[in-house]
């Protein structure tokens, strides 16, 4: 199917960690990269190939994959790491195409 | 240090063409793919497309019919066009560069693009 599927709200307490995944065929093939949107900003790469960090990025940032589902880990959640997260890779068709997850709500409590 | 600095009509009327444009600072231009990606208001990111150096386009299949992403690379900058816009249209349109193997690692600040009469 053409679609990345993500658990709507993900809730953490302040300090732990939290899981957020990327169900899709197309990541049976390519990896995803991940994404952190604030209110009213643009979205910023977090994570991207296998488990690669751009520069700047916090090491409690984390990505894995197996099979179909894509993985973003933050271990010891802090306050600004409250945001929406977006998983985006190619559509499995075989066509250029990529996609972007249905967005994550991460809520740090 | 890259910067991407987008422009172009914030309101629309329905059934013309919304029409923005991105100019890229810093850094090669050759090398990645360049893209638009939107936001209607308080839902998720939609990816319309994208055009290279070559000016090969791949485009969301449920937007082609009325896209047509350009790029000029004597000025350095790409436009998308979006035909027969409706309110579903309205939006916060994002420009990127894609770099392979890594993803959409610089963003524009967007703009918001209001369809109505």
């Known amino acids: 199917s053409s679609e990345l599927t993500q658990d709507p709200v993900v809730s953490v307490a302040l300090g732990q960690t939290v899981r957020i995944t990327c169900q899709g065929d197309?990541?049976?093939?390519?990896?995803a990269s991940w994404y952190q949107q604030k209110p009213g900003q643009a979205p910023i790469l977090v994570i991207y190939?296998?488990?690669n960090r751009p520069s700047g990025i916090p090491d409690r940032f984390s990505g894995s994959s197996a099979g179909n589902t894509a993985s973003l880990t933050i271990t010891g959640a802090q306050a600004e790491d409250e945001a929406d997260y977006y998983c985006?890779?190619?559509?499995?068709?075989?066509?250029?195409?990529?996609?972007f997850g249905t967005g994550t709500t991460v809520t740090v409590l | 240090q890259v910067q991407l600095q987008q422009w172009g009509a914030g309101l629309v009327r329905p059934s013309e063409t919304l029409s923005l444009s991105c100019g890229v600072y810093g850094g090669s231009f050759s090398d990645y793919y360049w893209s638009w990606i939107r936001q209607p208001p308080g839902k998720g990111l939609e990816w319309i497309g994208e055009i290279d150096h070559r000016r090969t386009t791949n485009y969301n299949p449920s937007l082609e019919s009325r896209l047509l992403i350009s790029i000029d690379m004597s000025k350095n900058q790409f436009s998308l066009k979006l035909s027969s816009v409706t309110a579903a249209d309205t939006a916060v349109y994002f420009c990127?560069?894609?770099?392979?193997?890594?993803?959409?690692?610089?963003w524009g600040l967007g703009t918001l693009v209001t369809v109505s009469s």
């Open positions: 190939g296998k488990n």
């Open positions: 197309s990541l049976r093939y390519y990896y």
């Open positions: 985006n890779s190619r559509d499995s068709s075989g066509n250029h195409v990529r996609l």
């Open positions: 990127a560069r894609y770099q392979l193997g890594i993803g959409l690692d610089y």
